[in-house]
């Protein structure tokens, strides 16, 4: 086989049916401003007669891939819980710039979403399988980190039943990605479309090893894209699909009808653990650039600035006085890191990175990534109704290892000492063993219960004021309500991590 990349022009060409003749007429009888005024053209067929030659095409590139040693699946999502009503039911991110906003925009448990873990096992096997595709002839394999983390021994099984070692290059853990390689040239190969990104509607084949099976082709469409909070990464929108995949598919390709890799499928949403139609994949342009980075160094670096953010909910908008959901609010910092050092604080909003709009927690930790370590990054803040201009001298993200170590490692904020009083449906009292106000009770009907409050928290600001007494609290949400508030903000720690959340301040006044 020569080498180059698999791509099909003309097997797309074939699939790609032609379009039907419109009436002229059509278009008189849609309603002014509607947006189609005549009827969308349908193919010649009602779905490509075969998906065949692309399959026979580019199946050669992927590849099984068998593990021994401590692999095992990475858990991408376990978060669980409905809504954003209750954010300390989702275990907060790390002590860095992940957003962990509690948010659930599918509405479903995503205890229940899961990568498909090699072999199909939940629990860390001594052996497992997953998939890979071949991105260049000299070996180079794309898969996921889940599939080899912890691996002693990676073996590689091609389509034509060669068997071949292989050695890690890389990994990713922040957006699951690994690269592989095995030795010897003119391997099959394909490439990603980096250009452009599929349509919602728009064909696509998966092909990998489900089940250990190997060589399995499934058909679907692009379902959506841009899907969040997937996985609890920063770094990755998701392409939902709904072509079959299932456990063992992981790390495989997803095609577009050119035979270009338009995703690498690495998890499902499934009660039972098979397909239901709702697959994850990260998208090209993600894995094409780290696996790039991954080849050229075995590493992917990104900025970093120490600061624990989240998204900004409605009430939090109003809680702040600003208008708009957008911007990410720093909910904690690490000590002696670069975002401190810079004097950004608790409860600050940053609204702007190097003069680009933040439009979320996530996005400003794409931002921040995109900075060299030592390379200084400009932000917009809003502290106290007053925008302030910051500079923040970029470090050296740590391993997501590392971050979850460190996060582990906090001591845990002490339960509350007797007494107290009641505040926005709270029983408080003095932090015996720290700052802050403890949380001793929580009044079902409250908001406070609403939002997920618990006995055992601490309440260390209220509004822009630190606290030590359950008077301090009392008096921020008097000061919202002077102000026209609805809600006050609160900082709240559990368990050494801190978020932010908005309390209603017209209810729990005794």
Same mark, same amino acid.
């Given at each position: 086989?020569? *080498?180059?990349?698999?791509?099909?022009?003309?097997?797309?060409?074939?699939?790609?049916?032609?379009?039907?003749? $419109?009436?002229? @007429?059509?278009?008189?009888?849609?309603?002014?401003?509607?947006?189609?005024?005549? /009827?969308?053209?349908?193919?010649?067929?009602?779905?490509?007669?075969?998906?065949?030659?692309?399959?026979?095409?580019?199946?050669?590139?992927?590849?099984?891939?068998?593990?021994?040693?401590?692999?095992?699946?990475?858990?991408?999502?376990? !978060?669980?819980? +409905?809504?954003?009503? %209750?954010?300390?039911?989702?275990?907060?991110?790390?002590?860095?710039?992940?957003?962990?906003?509690?948010? *659930?925009?599918?509405?479903?448990?995503?205890?229940?979403?899961?990568?498909?873990? &090699?072999?199909?096992?939940?629990?860390?096997?001594?052996?497992?399988?997953?998939?890979?595709?071949?991105?260049?002839?000299?070996?180079?394999?794309?898969?996921? *980190? @889940?599939?080899?983390?912890?691996?002693?021994?990676?073996?590689?099984?091609?389509?034509?039943?060669?068997?071949?070692?292989?050695?890690? $290059?890389?990994?990713?853990?922040?957006?699951?990605?690994?690269?592989?390689?095995?030795?010897?040239?003119?391997?099959?190969?394909?490439?990603?479309?980096?250009?452009?990104?599929?349509?919602?509607?728009?064909?696509? $084949?998966?092909?990998?090893?489900?089940?250990?099976?190997?060589?399995?082709?499934?058909?679907?469409?692009?379902?959506?894209?841009?899907? /969040?909070?997937?996985?609890?990464?920063?770094?990755?929108?998701?392409?939902?699909?709904?072509?079959?995949?299932? +456990?063992?598919?992981?790390?495989?390709?997803?095609?577009?009808?050119?035979?270009?890799? #338009?995703?690498?499928?690495?998890?499902?949403?499934?009660?039972?653990?098979?397909?239901?139609?709702?697959?994850?994949?990260? &998208?090209?342009?993600?894995?094409?650039?780290?696996?790039?980075?991954?080849?050229?160094?075995?590493?992917?670096?990104?900025?970093?600035?120490?600061?624990?953010? !989240?998204?900004?909910?409605?009430?939090?908008?109003?809680?702040?006085?600003?208008?708009?959901?957008?911007?990410?609010?720093?909910?904690?910092?690490?000590?002696?890191?670069?975002?401190?050092?810079?004097?950004?604080?608790?409860?600050?909003?940053?609204?702007?990175?190097?003069?680009?709009?933040?439009?979320?927690?996530?996005?400003?930790? +794409?931002?921040?990534?995109?900075?060299?370590?030592?390379?200084?990054?400009?932000?917009?803040?809003?502290?106290?109704?007053?925008?302030? %201009?910051?500079?923040?001298?970029?470090?050296?993200?740590?391993?997501?290892?590392?971050?979850?170590?460190?996060?582990?490692?906090?001591?845990?904020?002490?339960?509350?000492?007797?007494?107290?009083?009641?505040?926005?449906?709270?029983?408080?009292?003095? *932090?015996?063993?720290?700052?802050?106000?403890?949380?001793?009770? #929580?009044?079902?009907?409250?908001?406070?219960?609403?939002?997920?409050?618990?006995?055992?928290?601490?309440?260390?600001?209220?509004?822009? @004021?630190?606290?030590?007494?359950?008077?301090?609290?009392?008096?921020?949400?008097?000061?919202?309500?002077?102000?026209?508030?609805?809600?006050?903000?609160?900082?709240?720690?559990?368990?050494?991590?801190?978020?932010?959340? &908005?309390?209603?301040?017209?209810?729990?006044?005794?």
């Amino acid at each position: 086989m020569k *080498n180059k990349s698999l791509i099909s022009g003309a097997a797309a060409g074939a699939l790609a049916a032609a379009m039907v003749s $419109i009436g002229a @007429h059509a278009a008189g009888n849609a309603p002014v401003g509607a947006v189609n005024p005549a /009827p969308v053209a349908p193919p010649a067929a009602a779905a490509p007669a075969s998906f065949a030659d692309i399959v026979q095409r580019v199946a050669p590139a992927v590849v099984s891939i068998d593990v021994e040693g401590k692999a095992g699946p990475r858990r991408v999502a376990m !978060q669980g819980g +409905r809504g954003g009503q %209750q954010p300390f039911g989702f275990g907060q991110g790390d002590d860095n710039d992940d957003e962990d906003s509690g948010s *659930n925009p599918f509405g479903f448990d995503f205890r229940q979403l899961v990568p498909q873990a &090699p072999g199909g096992q939940d629990a860390a096997p001594t052996q497992a399988t997953g998939s890979g595709f071949f991105i260049s002839a000299d070996g180079y394999i794309v898969t996921n *980190n @889940h599939v080899i983390d912890g691996a002693q021994k990676i073996t590689v099984r091609t389509a034509d039943d060669q068997t071949l070692k292989a050695r890690l $290059i890389g990994r990713d853990e922040a957006t699951d990605l690994a690269v592989i390689k095995v030795e010897g040239g003119n391997h099959p190969f394909v490439s990603f479309e980096e250009r452009a990104k599929p349509r919602v509607g728009d064909w696509v $084949i998966a092909v990998g090893n489900p089940f250990n099976l190997g060589g399995t082709a499934t058909a679907g469409i692009v379902s959506a894209l841009g899907r /969040p909070n997937v996985s609890g990464s920063s770094y990755v929108d998701y392409l939902q699909i709904d072509a079959p995949i299932n +456990r063992g598919n992981s790390g495989g390709p997803t095609f577009d009808l050119y035979g270009r890799v #338009v995703g690498v499928n690495t998890a499902i949403f499934s009660p039972s653990g098979g397909s239901v139609g709702i697959g994850f994949d990260i &998208p090209a342009d993600v894995a094409a650039s780290v696996s790039k980075q991954l080849i050229a160094s075995g590493k992917v670096t990104r900025g970093y600035i120490g600061a624990m953010i !989240q998204n900004v909910s409605a009430d939090i908008a109003d809680s702040l006085g600003v208008s708009g959901q957008k911007g990410a609010l720093v909910n904690d910092l690490t000590p002696g890191g670069p975002a401190e050092k810079a004097g950004l604080r608790p409860g600050d909003l940053v609204t702007k990175v190097n003069g680009h709009e933040v439009t979320s927690a996530s996005d400003l930790t +794409r931002q921040v990534g995109l900075a060299r370590a030592g390379e200084d990054i400009r932000l917009e803040v809003r502290r106290d109704g007053q925008v302030r %201009q910051m500079v923040v001298r970029s470090g050296l993200r740590p391993s997501e290892d590392s971050l979850a170590s460190n996060d582990r490692q906090r001591s845990p904020d002490a339960d509350s000492a007797d007494g107290g009083n009641r505040v926005l449906g709270m029983q408080l009292a003095p *932090n015996a063993k720290g700052s802050g106000v403890a949380v001793e009770g #929580v009044a079902s009907n409250s908001d406070a219960a609403g939002k997920g409050l618990r006995r055992g928290d601490v309440i260390l600001r209220a509004g822009t @004021h630190d606290v030590a007494t359950a008077a301090d609290v009392s008096a921020a949400a008097a000061e919202a309500r002077k102000a026209g508030r609805s809600s006050v903000l609160l900082q709240v720690s559990r368990n050494g991590q801190r978020m932010f959340l &908005p309390l209603k301040v017209d209810e729990g006044r005794g």
